[in-house]
Nanobody, 125 residues
Framework: QVQLAESGGGLVQAGDSLRLSCTTSGRTGSSWTMAWFRQASGKERECIGAIIWTGGSTYYTDSAKGRFTISSDYAKNTVYLQMNSLKPEDTAVYYC??????????????????WGQGTQVTVSS
C-alpha cells in the first residue's frame, strides 16, 4: 500500500516563498507520476503540476508556470513543490498524488490512485 504525507505548509505573507514536501512509503515505481494539487475553500481541486519520478519530465498548468517548481528525489522518496512570490489567492490545502498509469492527462484528479492528507497553506496580504 502506498502512502503519501505532505509537510511544510503554514502561514506566510504575500511575496514569501514556501517549499512543500511529499514523502512516500510503500512501493512506487520509477515511472510513476507524482503530482501536486490544491483546493481552496469552496472550490474544486485543481492541478498545479506533475513530475515523473525519474527522467525529470515536469508538467505545469498555465497558472503555475513561473512561480511554482516541482522536483523529486527518488532516493529519498520525496517530491517537492517550491512556491515563490506567494499571493493571497494561493491560500488552499495542498495535496500530493501518485499514479501509475497517468499518461498525458496528468492534470486530471481521476488519474491518480493515491493521495496525501493535505497541508494547509495560508497567505496573508
Amino acid at each position: 500500500q502506498v502512502q503519501l504525507a505532505e509537510s511544510g505548509g503554514g502561514l506566510v505573507q504575500a511575496g514569501d516563498s514556501l517549499r512543500l514536501s511529499c514523502t512516500t512509503s510503500g512501493r512506487t515505481g520509477s515511472s510513476w507520476t507524482m503530482a501536486w494539487f490544491r483546493q481552496a475553500s469552496g472550490k474544486e481541486r485543481e492541478c498545479i503540476g506533475a513530475i515523473i519520478w525519474t527522467g525529470g519530465s515536469t508538467y505545469y498548468t498555465d497558472s503555475a508556470k513561473g512561480r511554482f517548481t516541482i522536483s523529486s528525489d527518488y532516493a529519498k522518496n520525496t517530491v517537492y513543490l517550491q512556491m515563490n512570490s506567494l499571493k493571497p489567492e494561493d491560500t488552499a490545502v495542498y495535496y500530493c498524488a501518485a499514479g501509475r498509469f497517468v499518461g498525458s492527462t496528468w492534470y486530471a484528479t481521476q488519474r491518480y490512485n493515491y493521495w496525501g492528507q493535505g497541508t494547509q497553506v495560508t497567505v496573508s496580504s
